[in-house]
């Protein structure tokens, strides 16, 4: 069974930054894209930024743009989102996801239980 | 503002059959697949219906999917308590170049 366990979620402030991991299991991770989606308390989905099998293509919506790193390492079978210049509308639970394709397809059949980033000052 | 637009609700009785819409555009429905996502109350979201109309194995058969043009739509038949949730279309979008989500819809069974 596939399982994703995010951590490095809190509290911090404005302006601040954040690292999230990803530890997935289950799976042959490095066959597969992975991606992360938020949803801010009580509201929707939003999908967050995506990257390839081998970390070579990576996509990011446009309000976390310039703002926020994905990366991987397939050999410690870990997924990351670096998070600067955090904004109180960043706050939100953080879903690390497992893509159906080795390439951003935006099918995801893996969730994890997500993790709880709170920016306020 | 979500790319595709579903009702913020919907409702039925035990056993009878409900659908929920799901309508975007050439950007996104009517160029690509449609997954369907059921998210239990305080659960991460699931995969329910992805590639328009299939489902995973684990899935019944109660849940189907279509899609026509820019629209799709998830029926439930046979409703279950269980069925209480909220549902989310998404489809790939050209000018997101990522997945697009729709607003979600919460079910209720009455």
């Known amino acids: 069974d596939v399982q994703l366990v995010e951590s490095g979620g809190g509290l911090v402030q404005p302006g601040t930054s954040l690292r999230l991991t990803c530890a997935a299991s289950?799976?042959?991770?490095?066959?597969?894209?992975m991606q992360w989606v938020r949803q801010a308390p009580g509201k929707g989905l939003e999908w967050v930024s995506g990257?390839?099998?081998?970390?070579?293509?990576?996509h990011y919506a446009g309000s976390v743009t310039g703002r926020f790193t994905i990366s991987r390492d397939n050999a410690k079978r870990s997924l990351y989102l670096q998070m600067s210049s955090l904004r109180t509308d960043d706050t939100a639970f953080y879903f690390c996801?497992?893509?159906?394709?080795?390439?951003?397809?935006?099918?995801?059949?893996?969730w994890g239980q997500g993790i709880l980033v709170t920016v306020s000052s | 503002q979500s790319a595709l637009t579903q009702p913020p609700a919907a409702s039925g009785a035990p056993g009878q059959r409900v659908t929920i819409s799901c309508s975007g555009s050439t950007s996104n429905i009517g160029s690509y697949t449609v997954n369907w996502y059921q998210q239990l109350p305080g659960t991460a979201p699931k995969l329910l219906i992805f590639s328009d109309n299939q489902r995973p194995s684990e899935v019944p058969d109660r849940f189907s999917g279509s899609k026509s043009g820019t629209s799709a739509s998830l029926a439930i038949s046979g409703l279950q308590s269980e069925d209480e949730a909220d549902y989310y279309c998404a489809a790939w979008d050209d000018s997101l170049n990522g997945p697009v989500f729709g607003g979600g819809t919460k079910l209720t069974v009455l």
């Open positions: 990257v390839s099998w081998n970390g070579g293509a990576k």
């Open positions: 996801t497992k893509d159906i394709g080795s390439y951003t397809s935006g099918c995801l059949d893996g």
């Open positions: 289950g799976f042959k991770f490095d066959d597969y894209a």
